[in-house]
């Protein structure tokens, strides 16, 4: 099973912690969050667009997953030196995240992003840089 991500869901995933835009969506989330955390060798494809995250983006919300994250997406490709169309396992984009980030890139790569206050993706690029494993969401 190959799980196609956009750029700066690479980053998402490693702060959920289980918040969302709707029950839906945090299903569809934590699945995925929970088949990379504990299958690190679980295939990922880098697409631009709409990925497996925004399938279950609620149809009632102002839907920016074709509008305002592209110059997101793109910046923390760049930032981890990745393409799309590119595949590898998570647990590689996880060594990328580990030698190319700190925390603190966070609150600059992802300054328009309503997730960014709350710090938990900051955490999970600490947790990964420290050779840590995320936690399962709601532990």
Request: net charge negative; aromatic share 6%; proline share 6%.
């Amino acid at each position: 099973m190959t799980i196609r991500l956009r750029g700066h869901h690479l980053l998402c995933l490693l702060g959920y912690r289980g918040m969302g835009y709707s029950d839906d969506f945090c299903v569809n989330m934590t699945a995925i969050y929970e088949k990379l955390r504990s299958e690190p060798e679980t295939d990922v494809e880098i697409i631009i667009g709409p990925d497996d995250v925004c399938k279950a983006y609620p149809p009632d919300k102002t839907n920016h997953c074709v509008g305002t994250v592209y110059g997101l997406d793109a910046n923390v490709l760049a930032k981890l030196g990745l393409k799309a169309g590119e595949r590898g396992s998570w647990q590689a984009i996880c060594d990328r995240v580990a030698k190319t980030m700190v925390p603190e890139d966070i609150s600059h790569l992802c300054l328009t992003c309503p997730w960014e206050k709350y710090g938990v993706c900051a955490e999970g690029v600490g947790l990964i840089v420290e050779g840590k494993p995320l936690p399962k969401v709601g532990a």
